[in-house]
Structure formats: C-alpha cells, structure tokens
C-alpha cells in the first residue's frame, strides 16, 4: 500500500513540472531544459535574422550540445578562472547593468501619444515645409513647338489631351501629362523655379528650357507637404527617449561625488 501511495506521489509531482522545465538533454549530468532549449532558439533567432527556414529541433539539440561540451571542458581546464575571462566577464556585466538600468529608468517615465503628438507639433510648427504641387507637364523638343502648344491651350485646347497627342515624356502622356505631387526639390533648377511662380490651376506662358527639352507646366492643386504623425512617431519616440537618457545621466553626476586625475 505505501509502495502505492510513494509511486503516485511521484507520478504526481512529475505532472506538477512545468513544460519549460522538461528535460531536452543531459550532458555529462547537466540538465538542459525545454527553456533552455527556447532561450537559445530565440537567441539564435536574433543573431541570424536573414534565415528564412527554422532549423529542425535534431539540428538546434546537436547545436547545444556542441556548445555545453566546450564549454564543460573549458570550465575542466579552468578557463573560467583565468584572469582574461574574468576581466571580459566583467565587462559584459557592467555593459548589461548599465542597459538594463537604462531601460528600468525608460520604463518609469513612459511616452504616450500625447507628448509625441504635442513634440510633433512643436517640430512642425518650427521647420519650413516644403509645398507639394500636383502638376502636369508637356515636353517638347524645340521652343517653338512649346510655344505653339502654349497658343492652342490659350485657345481653350484641353491641357491633357495636348499632353497626351504631342509630349514626348511617353510616361506622363498617356495619363494627360499627370506628373502626380512633387516639390521643387525633386525637379531639375529651372522646373522647380518655374512651379515656385505658378498658382493653383495656372500654366506657364513662356516655355521652360532643362536637358531634356522644352516643358510647359500646369499646376492642378498645391498642397503642405507635412509628413503624417505615424510615419514619424517612431523618430519622436527614440529623440525623445534620447533626450530622457541625457536628463538621466546629468542627474546622476549631480548627485555624485567624482574626483578626476591629471596624469
């Protein structure tokens, strides 16, 4: 009856242990545990992140073997002792403290949207932004055909039906000369010079001249070329999170007591 009793007891405190603490191999008497296996998974993961195909478990098991074989027979001959291991263990010590009590100190001072929106709007409201310009364009080989096109469009001629029968930019052609939204700086001196002189809906009079030709622009719509808050939150967020960081190292160095020797 006790034999019973002792083997269900066991039986029992077997189910009770976790699943990351299972087993996956033992090693001249180390245990190497389901975690131990994830951990070095995902470790791998982290340092090979161009692989696309996940190792089968045969491949990460021989792996980890591998490395507590060294390993072991490094701590065998002491390696563990020697002051070179010593020096460098410490070194990756002090690089994690200082990480992690980095972190902890961002952990407690938090960002949300709020400060970012409002650090946004600050930047925004400071810079020049550039415009953007909605533009057509017809390209023409010599000024007199520009010139010509010019006079039929003054005439009522369709700015995008001209643009698609008699520009040679075969791209914009065939969507009537459509160029989408651009800013100057996207555009060769005297194109961008020439969309800075035109208002909303109105075409240049005389020809534009630039290395592929000749050009007559329209200006369909402008716009403020802000970028969205999504698309730059992450870049706040960091700034910001730099900025914190700063605030945290000076405040350490004011209440600290630091002596420095001249050589």
């Known amino acids: ?6 083997t269900t007891c066991a039986l029992y405190c077997v189910l009770l242990v976790p699943t990351y603490a299972e087993p996956v191999a033992i090693i001249n008497g180390e245990i190497i545990t389901q975690q131990d296996y994830n951990d070095y998974v995902f470790a791998r993961a982290q340092q090979s992140s161009t692989q696309t195909d996940s190792p089968k478990r045969e491949t990460i098991i021989q792996e980890i073997i ?14 563990d002792k020697e002051p070179e291991f010593l020096q460098k263990l410490e070194a990756i010590r002090n690089s994690m403290l200082m990480a992690l009590g980095m972190q902890k100190y961002l952990d407690k001072h938090p960002l949300d949207d709020a400060t970012l929106r409002s650090e946004y709007d600050k930047k925004i409201a400071h810079i020049k932004v550039p415009e953007e310009y909605k533009v057509r364009h017809i390209l023409l080989k010599t000024e007199d055909e520009a010139k010509a096109i010019i006079a039929e469009i003054g005439k009522g001629k369709a700015f995008g039906d001209l643009a ?11 969507n009537n000369g459509d160029l989408g939204w651009i800013t100057t700086q996207k555009v060769v001196p005297s194109f961008g010079v020439a969309l800075d002189k035109l208002e909303k809906g109105s075409y240049t009079l005389s020809p534009i001249k630039s290395q592929f030709g000749w050009h007559i622009i329209q200006v369909d719509d402008i716009r403020i070329a802000l970028p969205p808050f999504e698309s730059v939150k992450a870049k706040i967020k960091s700034a ?4 914190l960081m700063q605030e945290y190292v000076i405040s350490l160095r004011n209440q600290a007591q630091i002596e420095i020797f001249k050589p």
């Open 240 to 243: 910001l999170q730099y900025r």
């Open 66 to 79: 591998q490395r507590q074989l060294i390993k072991q027979d490094a701590i065998k001959n002491g390696v």
């Open 164 to 174: 698609k029968e008699k520009s040679l930019d075969i791209g914009s052609a065939k």
């Open 1 to 6: 009856m006790l034999f019973k009793v002792l």
